[in-house]
């Protein structure tokens, strides 16, 4: 323990620039995937929404069908509602499902960019621990 804090004080000393740089061009990285990602949760969710009111014909509006790409769910809507207007959950699963996959593929979103974040972080330690030898 003792080492690693003395070799993060010796980079303080010594490379502190450097490492600043290449965390912000990480965290820009990072930004830009997440603004990405976002755009095309957004913008599938939306699509695959107003097909699924048009192709299938589910009795839910389209846009309480993205519900779940905000990470609401059944319970968070209400039993007997998918949100303010009081649209019923419809008589057959395909309101859930939707609220369902929409939930996971929001917390796949949300996971990406925090990954992605820590490989960079861990890649720009890498990188000074064998600049340093």
């Given at each position: 323990m003792i080492v690693i804090v003395r070799q993060l004080v010796t980079w303080i000393r010594q490379r502190l620039a450097t490492i600043a740089l290449l965390m912000a061009a990480v965290s820009l990285l990072t930004g830009a995937v997440g603004a990405l990602v976002t755009f095309a949760v957004m913008a599938g969710g939306r699509v695959v929404s107003f097909l699924g009111v048009a192709v299938v014909g589910v009795d839910v509006p389209a846009q309480q069908l993205?519900?779940?790409?905000?990470?609401?769910?059944?319970?968070?809507?209400?039993?007997?509602?998918?949100?303010?207007?009081?649209?019923?959950?419809?008589?057959?699963?395909?309101?859930?499902?939707?609220?369902?996959?929409?939930?996971?593929v929001f917390a796949l979103a949300l996971v990406l960019p925090g990954l992605m974040y820590l490989?960079?972080?861990?890649?720009?330690?890498?990188?000074?621990?064998?600049s340093a030898n």
């Open positions: 993205m519900a779940g790409l905000f990470g609401y769910g059944l319970r968070s809507l209400g039993a007997r509602s998918l949100g303010a207007a009081g649209a019923a959950t419809g008589s057959t699963g395909y309101a859930a499902a939707a609220l369902v996959g929409g939930g996971v490989r960079g972080t861990c890649s720009v330690y890498l990188v000074m621990r064998s």
